[in-house]
């Protein structure tokens, strides 16, 4: 083979090993998003193994139920009587975050406390956040589990130290969360939820936000929500934003997980949009059980790849590599000739 045709053959060569090399340049926080997202990484990470549980007598105690049923899935199985799989919201799952006696009235008043909900005091759906951390602690001495941590903590707008940084360290331990929020919400004032928070992403969302005094644009965390309705974004979930550029920002689902914005509402002083479901987190609840676990199912931190380059071609570039090597090699040679 000579003259064009090979040069030709030599610069296809070429062009294929820098393609083969693109996966090794690029690094994972380069990877750019459009849209709602900010520029992020692979490092999505969530915990396996949480159940999804619809709302029922309370977003709280349904929420509680997750966490619960999170820990009897790692390991705790009393933490859930009379369910055997915590993954599937069965009658039993139902009766445990609000049981009969309950439902009568829709109180935890004229009974002996037998579930969650009765335990966090819910009346009509709505829980007080000073009871939902001694709920979930009274819940788990009632099943006969010890209790090693439970507590809530405030954001510093409220004048407590819970922060980003707090929940990171918690998933980075294996162990989800509840994050109350709040927002004003159009047609109904001040409303507050119960999330179960499962994961963090950093820089994920690009929002718009108004903290009393001017309009900021900030770039704020996600977190992989559970949030007691069901999985799934758009217009027709209670879950929007307002972006940097004025448009409606939606909660977002990848690979079957929801991602919602991480927005202490110490970044706004309180203030929200009455056009949006803007949801704040204002309050988070910590809570790990005491003992030893039956079975260990907790996934090691070693997935987690948040900033990390990928240190070889993907599989699907490995067959541009190497005939790219071979053509770069036939050109040296070429030159060298």
């Known amino acids: ?11 296809l060569s070429m062009l294929v090993v820098v393609l083969g090399f693109l996966p090794v340049l690029v690094s994972a926080d380069e990877i750019q998003f459009t849209g709602d997202l900010a520029s992020m990484s692979f490092g999505l990470n969530p ?16 929420s509680g139920g997750m966490l619960m049923g999170y820990w ?26 609000s049981s009969p006696q309950h439902n009568v009235h829709d109180t935890y008043v004229g009974h002996t406390a037998n579930s969650i909900a ?3 005091k819910t009346v009509d759906g709505g829980t007080y956040l000073n009871n939902i951390a001694p709920g979930l602690a009274a819940w788990s001495n009632y099943c006969g589990v010890g209790v090693k941590t439970c507590y809530d903590a405030e954001v510093a707008y409220f004048g407590g130290s819970f922060t980003y940084s707090n929940f990171v360290g918690q998933i980075n331990a294996g162990d989800p969360m509840l994050l109350n929020l709040m927002t004003y919400a ?3 004032g001040w409303v507050g939820h119960t999330v179960m928070a499962y994961g963090y992403q950093a820089n994920m969302f690009n929002l718009r936000i108004y903290n009393g005094r001017q309009y900021v644009d900030v770039t704020v965390p996600g977190f992989a929500v559970m949030d007691t309705w069901n999985i799934g974004v758009g217009p027709g979930k209670q879950a929007s934003w307002v972006g940097w550029n004025g ?3 939606y909660a977002q689902l990848i ?12 970044l706004t002083n309180g203030y929200f949009y009455t056009n949006q479901w803007d949801w704040e987190v204002e309050d988070g609840d910590f809570y790990q059980p005491a003992g ?18 990928l240190p070889i071609p993907l599989p699907g570039s490995l067959w541009l590599f190497g005939p790219g090597l071979a053509g770069f090699w036939a050109w040296r040679r070429m030159k060298a000739g």
Not at 47 to 62: A, I
Request: glycine share 8%.
């Open 247 to 249: 448009q409606t920002v």
């Open 118 to 120: 009765d335990f966090m």
């Open 292 to 309: 030893t676990a039956s079975s260990l199912q907790i996934r090691s931190n070693s997935n987690i790849l948040s900033g990390i380059p």
């Open 47 to 62: 915990l396996t193994g949480v159940p999804s549980y619809t709302w029922y007598h309370g977003c709280s105690p349904t």
């Open 186 to 188: 159009p047609g109904e």
């Open 72 to 97: 009897a899935e790692h390991g705790y199985p009393k933490l859930l009587p009379g369910v055997t799989n915590p993954m599937v919201q069965s009658a039993a799952v139902d009766n445990d975050i």
């Open 255 to 266: 690979n079957g997980v929801d991602w919602w914005p991480f927005l202490d509402m110490t």
């Open 1 to 11: 083979m000579k003259g064009s045709r090979l040069k030709k053959v030599v610069l």
